[in-house]
DNA sequence: CTAAATTAAATCGTATCCGATATATTCGCG
DNA sequence: CGCGAATATATCGGATACGATTTAATTTAG
């Protein structure tokens, strides 16, 4: 079986003309040597494809909740621990503040947070939920958001750690230069 | 080891004020009930967070090549097979004509590639690489463009078919409504 | 104690993504 | 043949990402 699976869908709509030219060599990393690999072998393109699949995916419930996925994720891990400063929030998010203040500020537009200096700190913006963001984030949590991954729980899980994994590993190798 | 990994850097800069609480349950979907994970449990952000740290380890090396992501992509795709349609180039990058369009016509002021109307269906669009868009490929080929992913190259192979299987499932899943 | 360095947000310009729409070409059916 | 439907790109507006810069507040050095 090749990595993309036989009858898989490989594309928005048609599968992709599927010239799957057998190949165990599935991976980059592991033999850099080679650079003619096709585009499913490399991972990142895995990743980033998958990302676009998720953001589809999400997109009828989103819409639902009338919020982007950005958004949401921001009710989500302010949820998760209220009044955080714009930089916690985007040490959770992967985000610096140049992506998330607009986004906290049309979250606020929308009336799901508050956002105010700090008053210890004035250099400091501290995010917090209003009851408004709080019922938006009871009404997506009883929400089914996602279509079904497919996946048997085993591998779910497996892969859910490996990818975090993965992200971490990244990035501590672009901290270490 | 909860999933969030022990030491693991969780951001850009500084690690998440890790508040690690101890959860078993790492998986989104196999127990859909509670709707009160923690950001990192959620595959869908991970998958997120993973793209968005794939993309700043590339940057490094797409800068020496003058591209983005998407750009290198689209040239990776083209140099599997050339001359393909710009919805053929869709299916395989998972993008639209909306999308593609714009980065294929800067590509092409780049002098990296041709777009040209097929004579025998003037609605298709037929792109193919060009010298120099061949050389920039073989030039990406032999530059180490990724930084390491730390992983085994056994969880390597293994989270390389789990995601394009997730994100497969995912398409055909909303294909079907 | 104050000027320089540092830090936290915000702003700006560029490049994706994507839904909705527009335009041009081809197909299908009477 | 002819005209409406379908198809392939392209255009446009809104929403992220992100590097570079700016502004304001705080910390640090001398």
Redesign the interface.
């Known amino acids: 079986m090749s990595?993309?699976?036989k009858g898989?869908?490989?594309?928005?709509?048609?599968?992709?003309?599927a010239?799957s030219r057998d190949d165990s060599m599935?991976?980059?990393?592991?033999k850099?040597a080679a650079?003619?690999r096709?585009?499913?072998?490399?991972?990142?393109?895995?990743?980033?494809?998958?990302?676009?699949?998720?953001g589809?995916?999400?997109k009828p419930g989103l819409d639902e909740l009338g919020l982007t996925?950005p958004q949401w994720?921001a009710i989500?891990?302010l949820?998760?621990?209220d009044d955080q400063t714009v930089s916690?929030l985007?040490?959770?998010?992967?985000?610096?503040s140049n992506t998330l203040t607009p986004i906290l500020k049309k979250l606020e537009a929308m009336g799901y947070l508050r956002r105010q200096r700090d008053p210890a700190d004035e250099r400091q913006v501290r995010v917090s939920l209003t009851d408004a963001g709080r019922r938006l984030r009871e009404k997506?949590?009883?929400m089914?958001l996602?279509?079904?991954?497919?996946?048997k729980?085993d591998?779910?899980?497996?892969?859910?750690?490996?990818?975090?994994?993965?992200?971490?590993?990244?990035?501590?190798?672009?901290?270490e230069e």
Chains 1, 2 share one sequence.
């Open positions: 990595v993309s699976e898989a869908p490989m594309s928005l709509k048609n599968g992709p003309r010239d599935t991976n980059q990393e592991p850099p650079g003619d096709r585009l499913d072998d490399f991972l990142c393109f895995a990743i980033y494809s998958a990302n676009l699949a998720y589809r995916a999400y996925y994720i989500v891990a949820w998760e621990q916690e985007g040490d959770k998010m992967f985000l610096e997506g949590m009883h089914n996602v279509k079904s991954s497919g996946l729980p591998e779910f899980a497996r892969l859910q750690k490996s990818v975090v994994r993965l992200r971490d590993n990244l990035i501590k190798a672009m901290e």
